[in-house]
């Protein structure tokens, strides 16, 4: 099966709306040039509702970098399926390594946002990744196994057709240090493996597995050339639409 890469940027906490909206519009003209691929950018929640005016019909997914698990209540400082799809976004980061180890989401907080994508029609992308002293302490694929099995628990075989999972070693996030390819494609075969051990071959056949971790214009096609590897989450290099733009242009 051919799945349909997705490069995916996550924008953090940084850009103003302006600043924000001239990089969305820089990128949508970027993604024109490449209708075999998706592309998706996810702002700050005060740039969502202006990022999804200025990209409108372009093609360009936006997303959150986080949703809550109710569709509305007394919930300070979450915001909700319905409020997102409300202005256009799609796409819901969920369980991201700053969400996990400086904010403290555990895996239950976790599974319950997926449910709360999934349960409002967002496509969750699912992060997951070990540490430096977990890996060095050859727990990596335990690490990684616990991660997916709480965080799709009570996802049936039809919802996780519309989950994108992302590697992402946490201690290759904004450190400039990168998974080998080697290494990033035998861990994206092991999650392939193993969701189809939770669920059955096909779905897992057709399951977007991303790569993030200090993704860059050197190192993209390299690892986009990985049997098991389907698209990049991307951080500092989502941020400058010339980096961006030979991302989206992998070849």
Sequence with gaps: MQRRPLIAGNWKMYLTQDEAV??????????????????????????????????????????????????????????????????????????????????????????????????????????????????????TFSVLEAQIRHGLAGVDTEQMQQVVIAYEPVWAIGTGKTATKEQAQEVHAFIRQLLESIFEKNVATAVRILYGGSVKPENIDELMAQPDIDGALVGGAALKAESFDRIIQFQ
Excluded: Y
Excluded at 44 to 67: D, K, M, P, R
Excluded at 88 to 100: C, L, W
């Design 22 to 139: 001239a990089l969305a519009k820089a990128v949508a003209q970027s993604a024109a040039a490449c209708a075999d691929r998706d592309v998706m950018i996810a702002p700050a929640f005060t740039s969502l509702a202006a990022v999804c005016t200025a990209v409108q019909e372009t093609g360009v997914l936006v997303g959150a970098q986080n949703i809550a698990w109710e569709k509305e209540g007394a919930f300070t400082g979450e915001i909700s399926a319905p409020m997102l799809k409300d202005i256009g976004v799609s796409v819901a980061i969920i369980g991201h390594s700053e969400r996990r180890h400086v904010f403290g989401e555990d895996s239950a907080m976790i599974n319950r946002r997926l449910h709360g994508a999934l349960n409002g029609a967002i496509l969750p992308i699912l992060c997951i990744g070990e540490t430096l002293s977990e890996r060095e302490a050859g727990k």
